[in-house]
Nanobody, 120 residues
């Protein structure tokens, strides 16, 4: 059974940094994409950053501050968050598109989320 597990969230002051990690575990043959979404209270879930084998997509609100990286060997994606702002406060969810075999279907998976709170 495939699952995505996030870690690294917490409380940080404005201007601070956090590094989120998401490890995919289970029967994984290949990963097409991994990334991060976030959802603040009362708001819709939004894309933060997504990385595929050939491209990286970042939300305008985090460009220049957040950096996504992926370690294919570890089936892990990271999100380095710098210059954090109060408006970055949200639950951050790991997202992945993967298949369990060469003949398997590509499927989407979500992590349980990790809370990031930016406050003074």
């Amino acid at each position: 059974q495939v699952q995505l597990v996030e870690s690294g969230g917490g409380l940080v002051q404005p201007g601070g940094s956090l590094r989120l990690s998401c490890a995919a575990s289970g029967s994984i043959f290949s990963i097409n994409a991994m990334g991060w979404y976030r959802q603040a209270p009362g708001k819709q879930r939004e894309l933060v950053a997504l990385v595929t084998s050939g491209s990286i997509n970042n939300a305008d609100s985090v460009k220049g501050r957040f950096t996504i990286s992926r370690d294919n060997a570890k089936n892990t994606v990271y999100l380095q968050m710098n210059s954090l702002k109060p408006e970055d406060t949200a639950v951050y969810y790991c997202y992945g598109v993967l298949r369990e075999s060469s003949r398997g279907e590509w499927r989407s998976y979500w992590g349980q989320g990790t809370q990031v709170t930016v406050s003074s």
